[in-house]
Structures are given as structure tokens and as C-alpha cells.
């Protein structure tokens, strides 16, 4: 079974919809992160948590909201989604006791388009 | 600008070429220095991972740190059809727990 999942793997909805995505690890990581990877823009930083606790903005947090509902569970908001949001969402997880190592472990991501 | 470029090709190579793959940055700060690998329609997975200056290699994978230069690199010796995929360049200034800074990735495609 896969260390990192996300669903769904696919998704189209509608411009103002409210759309979540969900991560869930088997790693036993305690830090976890979303990332939205654009063509030509390479991977962006949405949201990051160190633990259950402590939720981080990234680089474009606009629009997103998260929650952590548990060490192994990391979800991701689109509140109300715009067109321009059509992209690869891919969750993450690292281990802290790795320090500043900080390998991070992808999800197989979630290919969202917004109409 | 973005703190890490990255060409982001294609570049198309025939079998058994070496291959270079660079990536250039603008933090002094980064000391961690990663390359992923990233098959279509599958998340990165790590490849190599330098600290600080200096090389690295494994097995056809050589990995390349000049912080002099601000320049990275990763060379890939024998190029096989199965390297074919994207190559992210990413780095850390090492604060713990912290994301990474990805470049934009390079296509590379292994032509048999």
C-alpha cells in the first residue's frame, strides 16, 4: 500500500464550488504539506504543518484554507474555487527527527480542474 | 525572481549520452541541496541529496554543489529510456521543518 495517499486523484467542479482534498499518510511523519505544481511554475508551497497543532502559510496561501484533523490527516480547502486554481495538488510528508535533512515524501497528487 | 531557476528544457538525448542538468540560485543561505525525480503522472521522489559543497555520486548519478557559483548540478552517465521523466532541483537553508525551494524542473526525454 502506498505511504501517501490523496483523494480524489481527480477532480472537475465548477467555478464558486467548494472543493476538499484529502491526504493521509501511513509514515508516521508529523510534518505534512501541500503543494501545487503549474506547468512552467515548477512547485509552490500552499500550506504546511509541523504537527496536529501548528499550521504555516506558504507561498500562496490565498484562497486555501487546511486542516490537520490528525497527525496522519492533512486536508486541503478550495473555498470557492476560480478557474485559475486548475492545477496538480500534491500533499507531502517529512519526518522531523530527519532535522534539517527535511526529506519529503509525495503524495501520487490530484489533478484538479475548475470550469 | 524567484530564488531558484531552472531551465526547464525538454531536452531530448539519445541512449548512452551523459547527461547535465543544472540549477542556479540566489540564497546564500541554501546548504541543503536535493535533486527529485518526478515520472509523468506520479509525484517526485528523491534522487539525491548533497550537503553543502562538494560532489556526489551514486551509482550513474553524480550530483554537483559549487556555492561559490550559486550552481548546481546533476549529471546522469549512461542515459537509459527509463530516466526519461522531470528533474526538480531543490534546496533548504536547513531552518528544521521547513519546505523546500523547488526549481521548475527540467524534461528530459531518453531516446532509444
Known amino acids: 500500500d502506498a505511504d501517501v495517499t490523496q483523494t480524489p486523484r481527480n477532480r472537475i467542479t465548477k467555478t464558486g464550488k467548494r472543493i476538499m482534498l484529502e491526504c493521509s499518510q501511513t509514515?508516521?511523519?508529523?510534518?505534512m504539506y501541500w503543494y501545487r505544481q503549474d506547468p512552467g511554475l515548477g512547485l509552490r508551497l500552499i500550506y504546511y504543518?509541523?504537527?496536529?497543532?501548528?499550521?504555516n502559510k506558504g507561498e500562496i496561501s490565498d484562497g486555501y484554507s487546511v486542516s490537520r484533523q490528525a497527525q496522519a490527516k492533512f486536508s486541503l480547502s478550495l473555498e470557492s474555487a476560480i478557474p485559475n486554481q486548475t492545477a496538480l495538488y500534491f500533499c507531502?510528508?517529512?519526518?522531523?527527527?530527519?532535522?534539517?535533512?527535511?526529506?519529503?515524501?509525495f503524495g501520487p497528487g490530484t489533478r484538479l480542474t475548475v470550469l | 525572481q524567484k530564488e531558484v531557476e531552472q531551465d526547464p528544457g525538454p531536452l531530448s538525448v539519445p541512449e548512452g549520452a551523459i547527461v547535465s542538468l543544472n540549477c542556479t540560485y540566489s540564497n546564500s543561505a541554501f546548504q541543503y541541496f536535493m535533486w527529485y525525480r518526478q515520472y509523468s503522472r506520479k509525484g517526485p521522489e528523491l534522487l539525491m541529496y548533497?550537503?553543502?559543497?562538494g560532489n556526489k555520486e551514486d551509482g550513474r548519478f553524480t550530483a554537483q554543489v559549487d556555492k561559490s557559483s550559486k550552481y548546481i548540478s546533476l549529471f546522469i552517465r549512461d542515459s537509459q529510456p527509463s530516466d526519461s521523466a522531470t528533474y526538480l532541483c531543490a534546496m533548504s537553508a536547513g531552518y528544521s521543518g521547513y519546505a523546500l525551494n523547488f526549481g521548475k524542473g527540467t524534461s528530459l526525454l531518453v531516446t532509444p
Open positions: 504543518s509541523f504537527d496536529v497543532k501548528d499550521i
Open positions: 548533497t550537503y553543502s559543497s
Open positions: 507531502a510528508t517529512s519526518d522531523a527527527s530527519g532535522g534539517a535533512y527535511n526529506e519529503q515524501f
Open positions: 509514515k508516521g511523519h508529523d510534518r
